[in-house]
Structure formats: C-alpha cells, structure tokens
C-alpha cells in the first residue's frame, strides 16, 4: 500500500529525514519509536505533503501512485489520514459540518444531513464525546483528550485507507488511551493500514502490530517485530544508538 524509497527530507536549510525506507501493506499496522526530534513527525508530515517540508530525495508511492509531486488535498484524497500531535482549533466550523463536508470532499457525493447525523452520534457516543459537541467549534475550547478522541472521531468518519497517527496518545490519562486505542481498533481492518508514532504502548493494547521500527536521526536504523516495543519500553534507545 505505501512504498518509502530513500527518502529525503528538509525544512528550510535543515536536514531532517535522511534515507528513510519503509514498506506497508494493506492490513499492517506499523509502530514507530524514536527520541524527540528524530524526525518522526517529520515523516508523518512529508508523507501527507506539508508545505513546510521539502523532499530533496527519494519516493514515496501509495496504492502503487507515485505521491512525491502530489499536493496534501489530494494525497488526502487518495485516501490519507493525519491524526496530529496537536490538533489545530479551528474557530467558526462546527465539527459537524467540518467532518460531513470533507467526506463529501472525500467521496464527491451528496451526503444526507439527518443520516449522517445519527451515523456521527452514534460514533460519539463509542469515544464518550458528549452528543453536544458535534455543534461546537472544530476543537474550540476541547481539552486535551477531547482534542485527541476528535481526531479518533474524524479517522473513523473519514475511513481512510492508511492512518497516520502522530503520538494520539500523548497527554492522555489511562481511561483515555483506552478510548483512544478501542477507536483506532474498531477503524482497522484487513484492507486499511495504521502507522503509529508513539511513547506509550497501551494504545498498541487492541491492536496487532505487525512491525516496529526504530527511528533516529533522521531514519529507521532497526525493524522488527513487536518485541521492538517491549525491548524500547525496557531499555530505551541507548542499545539502538548510532552515529548520526
């Protein structure tokens, strides 16, 4: 489903991303370790096309396209999801017609506003977001886990066909991570795919992870199976140190 070649990436004069080589099925979920400021979100963001990243080197394929020249719209709409570290507040657009809109966007159909309402209240009330929150400002005033579980209700509307998902555990209390980790466990299946950056491995409880990689200094410098995880959580990253 996706194919990284050699991927190089910059912002501005900085070098970030150097030689990143990845390849994920359809059905995987791949899990990403890494230090803060090894390029992790990085990657998540060259891969959906942010702007503010240049690729100087390198591919990146989906479903067999090559996305390298594409802009995020339309990587978005060849079925790309971002879950952020930091969801953005977005004042005058109320969740609702934010999340109907862009998967008419998504999709190019007319959607009914009443079905569409009862399909989002019932996916609320599987993340415990109070049914009131549909007519709120996109994040507007949300606290930190009602940001994180508002992106979890936008990846299971929008049902794309990869999820990237940058630390959407980070910040959360146990109660939420296990919310968090259910959502993303009732969106994969057999024909999507998930990427999941993160430091904490409850929210990996429900799911399969079918590969682990190690991220530092700008590349994945180890892969492996999901012993990765427990190895990481044990001993950290000293054991994976290289030169940069």
């Known amino acids: 489903?996706?194919?990284?070649?050699?991927?190089?990436?910059?912002?501005?004069?900085?070098?970030?991303?150097?030689?990143?080589?990845?390849?994920?099925?359809?059905?995987?979920?791949?899990?990403?370790?890494g230090p803060n400021g090894s390029g992790?979100?990085?990657?998540?963001?060259?891969?959906?096309?942010?702007?503010?990243?240049?690729?100087?080197?390198?591919?990146?394929?989906?479903?067999?396209?090559?996305?390298?020249?594409?802009?995020?719209?339309?990587?978005?709409?060849?079925?790309?999801?971002?879950?952020?570290?930091?969801?953005?507040?977005?004042?005058?657009?109320?969740?609702?017609?934010m999340l109907r809109t862009a998967k008419q966007s998504l999709t190019g159909e007319k959607i009914k506003v009443l079905k569409f309402h009862k399909e989002l209240l019932a996916l609320m009330k599987d993340l415990q977001i109070s049914p009131e929150y549909a007519g709120r400002y996109m994040n507007v005033g949300f606290s930190g886990g009602e940001k994180k579980r508002n992106e979890i209700l936008q990846l299971l509307t929008?049902?794309?066909?990869?999820?990237?998902?940058?630390?959407?555990?980070?910040?959360?209390?146990?109660?939420?991570?296990?919310?968090?980790?259910?959502?993303?466990?009732?969106?994969?299946?057999?024909?999507?795919?998930?990427?999941?950056?993160?430091?904490?491995?409850?929210i990996l409880k429900h799911l399969p992870v079918n590969r682990a990689h190690i991220f530092l200094y700008g590349r994945i410098v180890k892969s492996g199976g999901s012993e990765l995880v427990a190895e990481v959580s044990e001993h950290g990253y000293a054991p994976f140190e290289v030169e940069p």
């Open 1 to 33: 489903m996706l194919e990284i070649k050699n991927l190089h990436a910059a912002a501005g004069d900085k070098k970030i991303l150097r030689g990143v080589n990845l390849s994920v099925g359809a059905g995987e979920v791949h899990v990403i370790l």
């Open 40 to 97: 992790k979100s990085t990657l998540m963001n060259v891969i959906l096309g942010h702007p503010k990243y240049k690729i100087t080197g390198g591919e990146i394929f989906f479903d067999g396209e090559d996305l390298t020249a594409l802009k995020t719209f339309e990587r978005a709409r060849c079925g790309i999801f971002l879950s952020f570290q930091n969801p953005e507040e977005i004042p005058g657009i109320t969740v609702e017609n």
């Open 158 to 202: 929008l049902n794309p066909k990869l999820a990237l998902l940058d630390e959407t555990d980070s910040g959360l209390d146990v109660d939420a991570v296990e919310i968090v980790s259910a959502g993303v466990a009732k969106f994969h299946n057999e024909k999507n795919s998930c990427i999941i950056i993160t430091h904490n491995a409850q």
